[in-house]
């Protein structure tokens, strides 16, 4: 193989992936036509423009990218049956209207935001992603509805995609409350911190961010057609926080009732009834999908048991008195029995997850293995809403494995096992040499064994980076995995994966981990945790620095934190005594967070008044030289 154009390009469905979709098809109940009707009914209108618009002329959201899934009814030979089904459904972006009074836009985000109308004005439920993408979606909303204030904002839970546009909603008001679950901003600024960088880049990989949207690329992102990208994002801060379930609030003439369900899809969510209305917003618990319980972008393993003990707590609560269910992704329901079939089975699918990993578990069978043998009760599975459109059964056993047992499964093999790069030339070797295994991955190739030969090539590029035949090969295989995976995810995992062995890993510049909103969320222990967590324990070594660092505007009044280097750690206490230090700083909670953040040296924040600093400066210097930088386009697929 060479690095020409037919290499390069993606390819058709072999024989074997048409053999296995077209099988996959016959099993599947594809006259079922309710969701397409579910998802389209109540549609009022759309934009006139199909792109939002960012910053710099960006494109944040095209809603016509995924015009080809219209194209045919029938999936391709490229894209499994189920999944083509599933992002046909997704395909549908505007103002829809669930109810008198209740509205949601869809498609415009990965998120939907709810609106409901009150007395005065409008109740908005999740702000999406970006300012662009709130923006566009309220104009949507006024533009069919009248000119409404917005008298409130909720936040269902701490995930970007159900806060990041919040600004465009609420402006620089001060007076509108913002009401979001209790814990909701310290989880809000830590998922986009402290493991920011690498989960951002896995991202690009989960939802395929880098493929052209078509039927050899992306198709879907599980919860819409595709992620919003490159916009702005922001964070206005809740000012009520709810505690317990129970607690209800009137707003604007409207009732809420909220329950609560901490660790469940996010560590801070709740759920939110409506009892006047007999509307249940589920937040993101209740979805016409296997959600993850691990997140392939990585993110900690969620609870199973307590999510389903909140579906089933739902159930209780609001079962008899709701007639209509809305998700902040999806589409609604309507019919009180149809409501709580729908819950009760999403509750057993969370619960046989969790309930069956762990039987086996103790059978002793290791992840992988459970992964392979488990397959849902037919009751679930002939459901639309239990199949893998986002989490599988595959990824999420090993999640709960993982919650519970960890990594290891106690084969002393694998407790010390070598790196790839360094376990790669002993594969090679002991199998022959490159050239050998090339010819026996041909053969599986041909036979249609894909699993088998992205896993055996991975050691020959990692022993031999500048192999081209192994990696376009590994490519090969890896796009054929994509075209014949239900999940979306996975699809996008795969052909991501191949299109960086065919391509290499394309640098398209940094991003803003952190915005002056997410900064200003953030309390000064986490801005400090991320400085520990930026300290290269290589560079500093055994030095040994001790800093009196003064946040001027630290909650409470001015507060020292004393910084003590030692041990290849940093290590902070808030009101210690600082005894002899080397140096004396003062700054704003942000000033420290942009040297930090930004990266600016210390030396300028000093010259520019944004540090003030007694005593020996270089220390100060000393450490932030120590600081490591987190480059987002680390290689995946290759070392």
Known sequence: MVDDDENLAPKPATEHTRARNEAARRGLPLGDRRDYEDAARGFIGTLDDARIIGPGGATVRDLAAHDFLDASADAPDTVHPSLWRHAQV???????????????????????????????????????????TAAAALALYRRHRGDRPVTALVYTHSHADHFA??????????????????????????ENVFAGTAMTRRAIY????????????????????????????????????????????????????????????????????????????AAEDLNHLMHNLYTLRGAQVRDAAAWWKVLNESIRLFGDATD?????????????????????????LYKF??????????????????????????????????????????????????????????HP?????????????????????????LDKARASFDAGDYRWVAEVLTHVVFADPANREAALLQADALEQLGYQSENPTWRNEYLMGAFELRHGVRDLGEIQLATPDVFAAMTPE????????????????????????????????PTTYLLELRNGVLVYTAGASAGPVQASVSSTKSGLASLLFGGAPFDDAVASGDAAVSGDSDAVSRLFAMFDEFPLWFPIVQP
Request: hydrophobic share 40%; aromatic share 8%; with cysteine.
């Open 165 to 190: 546009g919040s600004r465009a909603i609420v402006g620089d008001a001060t007076d509108i409350p913002v009401i979001a679950p209790h814990g909701f901003l310290y989880e809000a600024a830590a």
């Open 413 to 437: 093999a694998h407790l010390h096992q070598l790196p790839p790069a360094d376990a790669g030339p002993r594969y090679v070797e002991f199998m022959g040499g490159a050239e050998a295994v």
């Open 324 to 348: 209509v269910v809305v998700g902040q992704h999806g589409w609604p329901r309507w019919g009180g029995a149809d409501i709580r079939a729908y819950l009760a089975d999403q509750r057993d």
């Open 526 to 557: 986490m801005i400090l945790d991320f400085a520990g967590i930026k300290l290269d324990a290589g560079k500093a070594g055994d030095s040994a620095v001790a800093i009196a660092w003064t946040l001027t505007d630290a909650p409470g009044g």
């Open 90 to 132: 997704n395909h549908h972006s505007g103002l829809f209207e669930v109810m008198e009074g209740v509205y949601q836009v869809r498609g415009l985000d990965l998120a939907n935001m709810t609106l409901v109308e009150g007395d005065a004005g409008v109740i908005v439920i999740d702000p999406l992603s970006f300012s662009e």
């Open 206 to 281: 989960m939802y395929g961010l880098m493929l052209p949207p078509g039927p050899q690329g992306q198709v879907d992102a599980g919860l819409a057609n595709a992620l919003a990208n490159l916009g702005s994002a922001t964070l206005v801060p809740p000012t009520d926080l709810v505690r317990e379930t129970g607690e209800t609030r009137t707003v604007d003439g409207v009732e809420m009732v909220f329950q609560m369900a901490p660790g469940t899809e996010a560590p801070a969510e709740f759920l939110i009834h409506f009892p006047e209305l007999r509307l249940l917003c």
């Open 353 to 410: 997850i969790h309930d069956e990993t762990l039987r086996l578990a103790n059978r002793g069978l290791t992840m992988t293995e459970i992964a392979e043998e488990l397959r849902l009760p037919g009751g679930l599975d002939r459901e639309w809403y239990s199949h893998g459109y986002y989490g599988s059964l595959s990824h999420n056993a090993k999640g709960v494995y993982q919650r519970y047992l960890g990594w290891y499964d106690s």
